[in-house]
């Protein structure tokens, strides 16, 4: 594999082509947005780590007219359309904010980090305040503004004093360039202070409406937020979501994109694993690998060529909303989940229009939510053999490292819930050798669990290990004892006992007799439970067999 300098956790423009880090060109982003030069505000909207800030950087590199950038678009696709590039590079002013960084535990945190963003953003604008073309009163807020003295009225009509400063400065209208704008009412609806976090960005959103200083703006996303709670007013607005065509190959790597980067790099070898792990995702008309797995994974194996590929996405906070997602989930939900989990698909109205308040208020959003933010895909109409009804997606876990998310969220939800669970008849009976008694209360716990296995007996014994580790019983699981390996031992030497469980998995609900009767005689054969004469007063054996939800007990 050729050596490349490939940037991880940049997203600045400048910096990966000032300092020829790797890029991979979707310059042609420019043109598509001025293509639509009559729209006024697009919103874009697609999953976290999917490009939007490096795009937007981008943006703001070849309009800002405090800049020269002409050396750093050299070789890209932009500068085919040379007329574009000379009306329109460095040409127009031009405002970035991004509003990533905003979040808090309460409102007062979370308005401070805000504040914060829009002071720096006023700060970079000093310069309006020695121009003889802005007022002084505006002069006087925009210094105020700069040095985190800002009002609340300040805040919410900071953006219009902004780009009314700066069209008055330049004696031209000014381009406006937001990113992930809603993560302040993402973080806020998590935290408490959905209602005060709404009013302040619907205050600062004031600068899209009839704003005759603007020429347009562009506005990325993780959510289309319902027109009506933020854009209320907003004339000639167009939003672009992932089930469009029009930009979707310029968020992520296209196939063409993967066969360039791979020739590139010289890492053909790679492509299956690749695919496998980052690619699966259909955006509009374009099947798109996940740009920060593909280049975090390249960057990996530069250094090892052996490394295989892992979740880059695992350690992140933005998963919580997964987790979110399970605690709702009843036993509709739980099925669909345990569908998807082993490799199905399900059938599911989706909707683009959401507000974060009620993300929870129907399954509807919560499925939406999950496809949204590329937990979920679509699944093509012609890769089906059913037609799909009416109004509905066809939805499906995009790649192995979503699935590992699942999974791992899963594992966490079930440790966490086995602990609240009210498990006391089910440990008398184990101890009082209730063996159907023992079968009726795992069952219980059974339904209660999400199946993250197919139902594998792997996935039965970390339900056992888990059902007693929560309850702070010593558990063993697979480890050598006597002749052989048992599947789960859980000890309680304060008052003297063991359990010594084996677990089979049956393949139909007529099988699991025989199964049971297997376990049994596989730890008569193998002497399980002889190691523990020594120290155990009572020594309970178990034979369970297991199909999907149910299960048959017998001890002997």
Same mark, same amino acid.
């Given at each position: 594999?050729l050596?490349?300098n490939i940037?991880?956790?940049?997203?600045d423009?400048?910096?990966?082509?000032g300092?020829?880090f790797?890029?991979v060109?979707?310059?042609g982003?420019?043109?598509e947005?001025l293509?639509s030069?009559?729209?006024k505000?697009s919103?874009?909207?697609r999953?976290?780590?999917?490009?939007?800030?490096l795009?937007?950087?981008m943006?703001?590199s070849?309009?800002?007219?405090r800049?020269?950038s002409?050396n750093?678009?050299e070789?890209?696709?932009?500068?085919?359309?040379?007329?574009?590039?000379?009306?329109?590079?460095?040409?127009?002013?031009?405002?970035?904010?991004?509003?990533?960084?905003?979040?808090?535990?309460?409102?007062q945190?979370?308005?401070d980090?805000?504040s914060l963003?829009?002071?720096e953003?006023f700060r970079?604008? %000093?310069?309006? *305040? /020695?121009?003889?073309?802005?007022? #002084?009163?505006? =002069?006087r807020?925009?210094?105020?503004?700069?040095? +985190?003295?800002?009002?609340v009225?300040d805040?919410k009509d900071?953006l219009?004093l902004?780009?009314g400063?700066?069209?008055?400065?330049?004696?031209?209208?000014v381009i406006?360039?937001?990113?992930?704008?809603d993560?302040?009412?993402?973080?806020?609806n998590?935290h408490?202070?959905?209602?005060?976090?709404l009013?302040?960005?619907?205050?600062?959103?004031?600068a899209?409406?009839?704003?005759?200083a603007?020429q347009?703006?562009?506005?990325?996303?993780?959510l289309?937020?319902?027109?009506?709670?933020?854009?209320?007013g907003?004339?000639?607005?167009?939003s672009?979501?992932?089930?469009?065509s029009?930009?979707?190959?310029?968020?992520?790597f296209?196939?063409e994109?993967?066969a360039?980067? %791979?020739?590139? *790099? /010289?890492?053909?070898?790679?492509? #299956?694993?690749? =695919?496998?792990?980052?690619d699966?995702y259909?955006? +509009?008309d374009?099947?798109?690998?996940?740009?920060?797995?593909?280049?975090?994974?390249?960057h990996?194996?530069?250094?090892?060529?052996?490394?295989?590929?892992?979740?880059y996405?695992?350690?992140t906070?933005d998963?919580?909303?997964?987790r979110?997602f399970?605690?709702?989930?009843?036993?509709?939900?739980?099925k669909?989940?345990?569908?998807l989990?082993?490799?199905?698909?399900?059938?599911?109205?989706i909707?683009e229009?959401?507000t974060?308040?009620y993300?929870?208020s129907s399954e509807?959003?919560?499925w939406?939510?999950?496809?949204?933010?590329g937990?979920?895909t679509?699944?093509?109409?012609?890769?089906?053999t059913?037609?799909?009804?009416?109004?509905?997606?066809?939805?499906?876990i995009?790649?192995a490292?979503?699935?590992?998310?699942?999974?791992?969220?899963?594992?966490?939800?079930f440790?966490d819930?086995?602990k609240?669970?009210?498990?006391r008849?089910?440990?008398?009976?184990?101890?009082?050798e209730?063996?159907?008694?023992?079968?009726e209360?795992?069952?219980?716990?059974?339904?209660?669990?999400?199946?993250?296995?197919?139902?594998?007996?792997?996935?039965?014994?970390?339900?056992?290990?888990g059902?007693?580790?929560?309850?702070?019983y010593?558990v063993?699981?697979?480890?050598?004892?006597?002749e052989?390996?048992?599947?789960?031992?859980v000890?309680?030497?304060?008052?003297?006992?063991?359990?010594?469980f084996?677990?089979?998995?049956?393949?139909?609900?007529?099988?699991?007799e025989r199964k049971?009767?297997?376990?049994?005689?596989?730890?008569?054969e193998k002497m399980?439970?002889?190691?523990?004469?020594?120290?155990?007063?009572?020594?309970v054996?178990?034979?369970?067999a297991f199909?999907k939800?149910r299960?048959?007990?017998?001890?002997?």
């Open positions: 594999m050596e490349k940037p991880i956790g940049i997203s423009f400048e910096e990966i082509r300092n020829h790797y890029y060109d979707k310059s982003l420019i043109a947005i293509r030069e009559s729209v505000v919103l874009i909207t999953p976290r780590r999917f490009g939007k800030t795009g937007m950087s943006l703001e070849f309009f800002d007219i800049r020269q002409r750093l678009f070789g890209l696709e932009i500068t085919r359309y040379t007329e574009l590039c000379d009306r329109w590079m460095n040409h127009w002013p031009t405002i970035f904010v991004s509003f990533r960084r905003v979040d808090g535990l309460d409102f945190g979370a308005y980090m805000l963003v829009i002071s953003l970079n604008h %000093l310069y309006l *305040l /020695d121009s003889d073309r802005v007022n #002084d009163y505006d =002069k807020t925009i210094k105020r503004i700069a040095e +985190g003295e800002a009002t009225k805040m900071s219009v902004l780009i400063a700066m069209r008055q400065h330049y004696n031209k209208k406006l360039l937001m990113d992930e704008y993560v302040p009412i993402a973080k806020a998590s408490g202070y959905y209602q005060e976090m009013d302040v960005i619907k205050g600062i959103m004031q899209l409406k009839d704003n005759s603007l347009f703006a562009v506005i990325t996303g993780c289309k937020i319902a027109k009506e709670s933020i854009f209320s907003t004339n000639n607005f167009v672009d979501t992932i089930t469009d029009r930009l979707n190959e310029y968020f992520g296209t196939q994109d993967m360039y980067i %791979l020739r590139d *790099l /010289d890492a053909q070898e790679y492509a #299956d694993k690749i =695919k496998n792990w980052y699966g259909h955006f +509009g374009f099947d798109v690998y996940c740009p920060w797995d593909v280049m975090n994974y390249l990996d194996l530069q250094r090892n060529p052996q490394a295989e590929p892992c979740g996405w695992k350690n906070s998963n919580a909303i997964i979110s399970i605690d709702h989930a009843g036993s509709t939900i739980t669909k989940l345990e569908t989990l082993a490799g199905g698909y399900i059938v599911q109205r909707d229009d959401l974060y308040d993300l929870h509807d959003n919560l939406s939510v999950l496809y949204l933010t937990y979920l679509r699944v093509r109409e012609e890769e089906l059913d037609a799909v009804p009416e109004g509905m997606t066809v939805l499906v995009p790649n490292e979503i699935k590992e998310i699942f999974e791992t969220t899963v594992i966490q939800w440790d819930s086995t609240q669970w009210s498990r008849e089910l440990f008398d009976a184990v101890w009082n209730d063996s159907e008694k023992v079968a209360e795992m069952s219980k716990l059974l339904r209660k669990t999400i199946s993250y296995h197919d139902y594998r007996e792997d996935f039965y014994h970390a339900f056992l290990a059902i007693f580790a929560g309850a702070g010593a063993e699981s697979n480890r050598e004892h006597g052989g390996r048992s599947d789960v031992v000890s309680d030497p304060m008052n003297g006992r063991v359990a010594v084996e677990a089979k998995y049956a393949d139909s609900l007529q099988s699991m049971c009767d297997e376990a049994l005689c596989q730890m008569d399980y439970a002889r190691e523990y004469e020594d120290d155990y007063d009572q020594i054996c178990y034979g369970i199909f939800k299960c048959l007990v017998r001890s002997k």
